[in-house]
T-cell receptor, first 109, second 113 residues
């Protein structure tokens, strides 16, 4: 079983749609959680950190459920520029990050 | 603020040759990390420097890989001798504090033929 599991997609959605990605992690000792965005042939870029209380940044909302070891990302009012691969990332206390394989999003006009 | 810089951006070498990748972290970032993504797989941790010290090298695949960070500034990752399975994208990242996450470089795409 992978340490961080994501649905690879692709998720094909029209502009303006709301889309949600989920991620599960296996290590209950994990301490920090992030969503990164990666465009084709580019480096990962931090989208947002994820907190137990949930956090929102504009059209993006992230949630963490420690009991279920589950992380989510909600994107509202999707834009064409949101098309990318979204990486669920977990840190287990060693300061090393464990990456999911990513969920591909394609927003269509 | 200058980002994390990696050099070269691409490298094509023959099996058995040596390649050295370089990473310049964001100035003032004590933490420097190497990661790599091989074809079809997720990004995997290789090692972590705090200043010039190796904090964690548990992800290094074998002794053909040698990372250094002399003086606690830039870092090099040497692969000697390179094998076909070493092909992939090698990312460097730096951070001052994990709470705010890492900044990644644009990566070095290594192809071993």
């Amino acid at each position: 079983r992978k340490e961080v599991e994501q649905d690879p997609g692709p998720f094909n959605v029209p502009e303006g749609a709301t889309v949600a990605f989920n991620c599960t992690y296996s290590n209950s000792a994990s301490q920090s959680f992030f969503w990164y965005r990666q465009d084709c042939r580019k480096e990962p870029k931090l989208l947002m950190s994820v907190y137990s209380s949930g956090n929102e940044d504009g059209r993006f909302t992230a949630q963490l459920n420690r009991a279920s070891q589950y992380i989510s990302l909600l994107i509202r009012d999707s834009k064409l520029s949101d098309s990318a691969t979204y990486l669920c990332v977990v840190e287990t206390g060693r300061r090393a990050l464990t990456f999911g394989s990513g969920t591909r999003l394609q927003v269509q006009p | 603020e200058a980002g994390v810089t990696q050099f070269p951006s691409h490298s094509v070498i023959e099996k058995g040759q040596t390649v050295t990748l370089r990473c310049d972290p964001i100035s003032g970032h004590d933490n420097l990390y190497w990661y790599r993504r091989v074809m079809g797989k997720e990004i995997k941790f290789l090692l972590h420097f705090v200043k010039e010290s190796k904090q964690d090298e548990s992800g290094m695949p074998n002794n053909r890989f040698l990372a250094e960070r002399t003086g606690g500034t830039y870092s090099t990752l040497k692969v000697q001798p390179a094998e076909l399975e070493d092909s992939g994208v090698y990312f460097c990242a730096s951070s001052q504090d994990l709470i705010v996450g890492y900044t990644f470089g644009s990566g070095t795409r290594l192809t071993v033929v």
